[in-house]
């Protein structure tokens, strides 16, 4: 690129980092070192920064509910039979219905004797027709006219997923009760309840095909209504490589940030400080910090028409929708107990 403009590329900045720094760029190692120092300083700018700045936040949506219906026709077996078990059964009649590859969902299961609700929980994918250990079944053995439900209340979130921008999360136009993982385990672990949606919480699971971490939205209790869920995130890839596709660190001289053009120059100054820091030289540390907080502090500023500022905006949606319901006594909690909060738990 030309010396006089914005930098734009990977290379831009790591090569404007070594002429800052007076280097010789010639010398592999040194080159490496910047290198390192610019993907280092790119990152923390977005490290718990990300939710503030509009280029790091994408919307998602994806469909819930009732996925797939059948009735069992032939004898299927036990849940840990993988020849005859429930789980062959789904994939080698209906596996073209279900299409939940890779997805964990959980399966609502009526039985024709007394209309009971069982539910088999794990990975519907076909690697359970040949290991059905992927799976766990709660309930007896499946008969001939049981229906078999599959209900999908675990969202696979976009692969770029990070962290969710706002803690919320929309089914339609309500909002869901956002609680902690550890909480939601202890207070829903075991059940198969089947509703309308009123908690969600974010857990972590292994893709079946890439072996790769996943981020997911469970939800309870299990919907059984069709509804799509709504959420803001935060993107992990903040790079864009020459050939077009998502990364999360620079690789090549061509890959660009997301960043817009006018902010990149804080990468450089950001990369400077990390750079004079670790070689001892704090004056010059402390100045390139200065000049970083100061870019940062007027690419906050530097808001849209429009764009509201931050602010705390508490969950009340537990306390509204039990406020809108007629006072039961004997009911689950007392006419001042809305949860753990009022509990002082």
């Known amino acids: 690129m030309s ?4 930098f734009t590329t990977f290379s831009d900045l790591y090569l404007g980092l070594l002429k800052a720094l007076r280097t010789d760029a010639g010398d592999t190692a040194t080159v490496e070192q910047a290198k390192r120092y610019i993907n280092t300083a790119h990152l923390d700018i977005h490290l718990g920064f990300a939710e503030n700045v509009p280029w790091a936040i994408r919307d998602h949506s994806a469909g819930t509910g009732t996925t797939f219906t059948a009735t069992v026709a032939t004898a299927v077996g036990s849940a840990v039979d993988s020849n005859t078990g429930i789980f062959s059964y789904l994939y080698t009649v209906d596996n073209p219905a279900l299409g939940l590859a890779g997805a964990d969902s959980r399966i609502s299961v009526t039985t024709s004797a007394d209309g009971t ?3 088999i929980e794990g990975v519907i994918s076909g690697v359970a027709a ?14 001939v006219g049981d229906t078999i439900r599959v209900f999908k209340d675990d969202l696979v979130m976009p692969t770029d997923f990070l962290r969710l921008a706002g803690n919320q999360i929309k089914v339609g136009s309500r909002s869901l009760d956002l609680i902690g993982r550890v909480e939601f385990r202890h207070r829903f672990a075991g ?4 509703g309308r949606p009123q908690y969600a919480t974010l857990v972590d699971s292994v893709s079946i095909d890439g072996g790769m971490d996943e981020r997911k939205i469970r939800l309870h209790p299990i919907p059984n209504t069709v509804e799509r869920v709504f959420i803001s995130y935060v993107t992990k890839n903040i790079v864009t490589t020459s050939t077009l596709n998502k990364a999360e660190g620079f690789s090549n001289d061509a890959d660009v940030s997301i960043m817009p053009l006018r902010y990149r120059h804080a990468i450089l100054f950001h990369a400077l400080y990390h750079w004079y820091r670790d070689r001892k030289d704090d004056q010059r540390s402390q100045e390139a910090k200065a000049e970083y907080v100061e870019i940062m502090s007027r690419i906050m500023n530097d808001t849209e ?5 931050m602010s705390i905006r508490p969950n009340t949606n537990a306390y509204r929708r039990k406020s809108s319901r007629p006072y039961r006594s004997g009911g689950s909690g007392s006419r001042y107990d809305h949860g753990r ?5």
């Open 3 to 6: 010396t006089t403009s914005q």
């Open 130 to 143: 040949t290991d059905p250990s992927n799976m766990t079944m709660y309930g007896p053995e499946i008969g």
């Open 117 to 119: 609700t069982l539910g």
């Open 191 to 194: 059940e198969i309840n089947i």
């Open 305 to 309: 028409a429009g764009q509201s500022g």
């Open 341 to 345: 909060f009022d509990r002082f738990e």
